[in-house]
């Protein structure tokens, strides 16, 4: 017998896993696969942070700025472990925005969204602040404002891990060939890798496939003629680490956009991001010698320390699916979202969207499920927590000590990584260990087979590259012999059967 969902929902990154774990929550049955490894699109390739997007001021998205500000604190407050506050330094240009627009626009930063936890902008005299030493001379007034990072993969993951808690039946690496209307509900084929069909069926479509949405409705659903979204290319590098401590800095631009150079994974800098409309699979992006050359050219006109193309040691890219609303420069275009519902039974697509605002995104399209299906609970996500956020923001550092105390063989780097990852989960991985070889195979870098494990069983990881680059970011301190080891170990670990079913 084929099964029956309330809601199908097609892509497994943060609106797609977003949305599953708000509607599994109020009680509908839910289905969703992704084609390929959850937050191995867009949402992987991200700059990052929870922002509300200081420079959409500009073009008066007032709207979701406001959003976006708003749900800074809600996501921190809801993940404390993967999100954590970030003190951004804004050098003042003398050939580009004036110094009172950028303290006009900052003080509208400050106060249009509700802020709590973090604190206001302050202004910065750099030729004497600690915080100016990275930067040339040439830069004598700035500003430092608050937004936060996150972890994006791993925010992802851990909405897909709580949707599947609560009874979502979530599908990676399950590609949607076909979708079609039969008897007043949709009928849905999928292919697994290993070729094998299945169908399923559900009273309502949700279309989260991000750049691929188009191409979803145009192969999957013939609608031949869809163009609805703007494939923009966004790319960054990552280079040894730029400037001591935890702060970041936003760089104005020429061309009017903004640049940012970010604390990466303890040792590195990351620098970005352009924009570039985009053609082609979204799969293949890839960074183009045009952008690297701006990236670093930018860079190095606020660094003291040049910036070179030889000192990059990764770089990656991202297509966004803006919504198309006819922007003649691709920076121009409108980072909002956009939800359109088509026909009976209903199709309701996703256009646009930005990770910051992903909540409250789930939150407006359950309210467009719930006028097709009716409504069963209410709105809960805003003071729920993610898996492992169940403690305050400001005892991070106490979370950390208390891991010590129970693991006294880690040391105090090998603790934060752990919470940083998984927060109050971490003890699900050290178990009873009483010492550092009780966590198996050292696989390289930090990574224990005991982490390993638990990836695999509670976090649907199944593949090196799931576990080095989306679930811990240790790809970059991982050789090639050590890739191939950890492949062959995932791979048996499966054959095995030893893997989360979900």
């Not at 940012?260 to 409309?277: K, V």
């Not at 010698?289 to 890219?317: G, H, N, Q």
């Not at 009716?374 to 003071?383: E, L, M, Q, S, V």
Request: proline residues 4%; charged residues 25%.
């Amino acid at each position: 017998m084929t099964k029956e969902y309330d809601i199908f929902i097609v892509g497994g990154g943060i609106n797609g896993c977003g949305i599953a774990r708000d509607a599994v929550g109020r009680g509908f049955s839910v289905c969703l696969a992704e084609m390929n490894d959850f937050a191995s699109g867009t949402s992987s390739w991200s700059s990052k942070l929870i922002h509300g997007g200081f420079r959409y001021l500009e073009h008066y998205e007032f709207r979701l700025v406001r959003e976006a500000l708003s749900e800074r604190e809600v996501l921190l407050a809801s993940a404390p472990h993967i999100i954590w506050p970030l003190r951004f330094v804004l050098p003042h240009h003398k050939a580009m925005r004036p110094a009172w627009l950028l303290r006009l626009g900052l003080f509208l930063y400050d106060h249009i969204g509700a802020r709590r936890l973090l604190p206001g902008t302050t202004a910065l005299n750099l030729t004497t602040h600690p915080l100016g030493e990275p930067l040339k001379d040439d830069y004598v007034k700035g500003f430092e404002y608050s937004d936060c990072w996150v972890n994006d993969a791993r925010l992802v993951v851990l909405n897909a891990r709580d949707a599947a808690d609560r009874g979502a039946d979530l599908r990676s690496r399950t590609k949607v060939v076909a979708a079609r209307r039969e008897d007043g509900a949709w009928t849905v084929e999928m292919e697994g890798r290993d070729g094998q069909r299945t169908s399923v069926r559900a009273k309502l479509i949700v279309n989260a496939a991000g750049p691929w949405v188009d191409k979803l409705l145009n192969n999957a659903m013939g609608k031949n003629d869809a163009h609805n979204v703007r494939l923009v290319q966004g790319s960054h590098i990552i280079v040894p680490k730029i400037h001591d401590g935890n702060q970041a800095y936003i760089f104005q631009h020429s061309d009017g956009r903004v640049i940012f150079a970010l604390p990466y994974e303890t040792d590195f800098t990351l620098i970005g991001t352009t924009d570039r409309d985009y053609e082609g699979d979204p799969g293949d992006a890839a960074i183009s010698p045009e952008e690297i050359s701006y990236l670093c050219e930018v860079a190095s006109s606020y660094f003291r320390k040049p910036v070179a193309e030889d000192d990059i040691v990764w770089t990656y890219s991202g297509v966004r699916p803006l919504y198309d609303d006819g922007a003649t420069e691709a920076q121009e275009a409108t980072r909002d979202y956009v939800l359109k519902r088509d026909g009976d039974p209903a199709l309701i697509n996703i256009f646009g969207g930005k990770i910051t605002t992903y909540r409250r995104l789930a939150e407006s399209m359950m309210s467009e499920i719930e006028a097709v299906l009716g409504k069963r609970g209410g709105p809960w996500t805003a003071n729920s927590t993610l898996p492992g956020g169940d403690f305050a923001v400001s005892d991070f550092a106490d979370q950390v000590a208390a891991l010590l105390e129970n693991y006294p063989f880690l040391d105090e780097q090998s603790a934060h990584r752990l919470m940083r990852l998984y927060g109050t989960k971490a003890r699900d991985i050290l178990g009873d260990a009483r010492q550092t070889e009780d966590l198996g195979t050292h696989f390289g870098a930090s990574l224990t087979q005991a982490e390993v494990r638990y990836l695999i069983e509670r976090e649907l990881a199944r593949s090196a590259d799931d576990i080095l680059w989306r679930r811990t970011k240790q790809g970059l301190l991982f050789s090639k012999p050590e890739r191939a080891a950890l492949q062959s170990f995932v791979e048996s670990r499966l054959a095995s059967g030893q893997a989360d079913s979900t």
